[in-house]
């Protein structure tokens, strides 16, 4: 048996060089074993990456299988689809939001949203055939989906053409929730009573107003946006 000179480890017999301080090992007694097997691979190896189109077969195969299976179960037990549409259409969800982009490379953020936007109609209008009927679906989910999906396309346009300024990005997106919530009022009270009478939608937009007014302030006044800039880097 046999020690490092330098820092006293125990040596494998087929060991040249100490594994931990890399000392050479000099033994005239004791000479390297060069017939047995070394207790460490002398050769690096890894493991091949997995490419995107194999991921996103695998991906594939696993949300069509839980998707089919469900829908299998369902048929025996109930003899008709009525939950596994919810499953059927997240999975569709699932595939859109993980698989696609493996398959598209550099997909448009505004072509992404469209795609979510359809897909979510999607969803709800599988959901809405459980539940006897689509009358819900096109006079209040359908308008509701579109104006939320009309409001992120928006943002994403001027994200990408107006600039990334977080003030900008925040007086945005704060103006677009008001007009969001007060559409959203809108389509219910209509749906339900043929008419609109906003209530709460007000004080979300009184809300919202008073959030975004500070910021414009901020963003007009060079010396204040400037210490602003500064506090949320520090």
């Not at 008709?80 to 698989?99: P, R, T």
């Not at 469209?114 to 009927?133: A, K, M, N, P, Q």
């Not at 579109?146 to 943002?155: E, R």
Request: glycine residues 8%; contains cysteine.
């Amino acid at each position: 048996m046999s020690y490092c000179v330098n820092c006293g480890v125990e040596l494998d017999k087929t060991a040249r060089s100490c594994p931990l301080c890399r000392t050479p090992v000099c033994n005239p007694n004791a000479p390297v074993d060069t017939g047995s097997p070394t207790p460490f691979p002398t050769e690096r190896k890894e493991v091949l990456p997995v490419t995107q189109l194999q991921l996103a077969l695998l991906l594939s195969a696993m949300i069509l299988s839980a998707a089919i299976c469900c829908g299998i179960v369902n048929l025996f037990l109930g003899g008709e689809l009525s939950w596994s549409l919810y499953i059927i259409g997240s999975a569709i969800v699932l595939w859109v939001c993980l698989v696609l982009p493996l398959l598209i490379h550099n997909i448009p953020i505004l072509l992404r949203v469209v795609f979510g936007i359809i897909v979510c109609g999607l969803y709800v209008y599988l959901i809405s055939l459980t539940l006897d009927g689509t009358h819900w679906f096109m006079g209040l989910a359908l308008p509701i989906i579109l104006t939320g999906g009309a409001i992120v396309i928006l943002l994403s346009f001027l994200r990408m053409n107006v600039g990334r300024s977080i003030l900008t990005s925040a007086i945005v997106g704060i103006g677009c929730a008001a007009v969001f919530v007060l559409l959203l009022e809108l389509f219910i009270d209509r749906f339900n009573y043929g008419g609109w009478s906003p209530s709460w939608s007000l004080i979300a937009l009184i809300g919202c107003v008073g959030l975004m007014i500070p910021l414009i302030v901020v963003r007009r006044i060079p010396s204040l946006r400037e210490s602003m800039r500064r506090r949320f880097h520090t």
